[in-house]
């Protein structure tokens, strides 16, 4: 057994299980939006940890007008720290808030700090998307219909 596996299995004995569901689920999650990179994340504390995986998901989720220049295989702790940074500072520049979380929180592997930041992610461009969206249509269906109920003054 290799050294990732036997820390895998020593997390999943040291997270509670509503934890450990949170963790299958929003790696599924994360890997979803990395499928167009052909990126691939084993565990969220270990796959953020170069920061690669957190600033392409990012560029993926925000849309970012220009690509943004990262160590794209960093091989020191201060190489993958950076990268860190620089994911996190394009999800500030997008509006999101972060509480609580640095770049040594994500490289060390905090898990309910990560857990936190992909639900954060989760929140603002899959959640509040599909709201926005719905509002969207809401605003055009009302325009529709007041648009037809001008007409059908104009007709009287």
Known sequence: MSASEEDHIQLEEKLPEWAEIQRKTFTRWCNQQLKPRDLHIQSLDTGLKDGVNLVNLVEILA???SRVRYNKKPKIKMQMVENIGIGLKMLTDDGI????????????????????????????????????????????ETENQKDKGLLAKKQL
């Open 63 to 65: 849309k970012p007008t």
């Open 97 to 140: 808030k972060l509480v609580n979380i640095g770049n040594n929180d994500i490289h060390g592997g905090n898990m309910k700090l990560i857990l936190g930041l992909v639900w954060t992610l989760i929140l603002h461009y899959q959640i509040s998307l599909d709201f926005k969206d719905q509002d969207d249509e809401d605003r055009k």
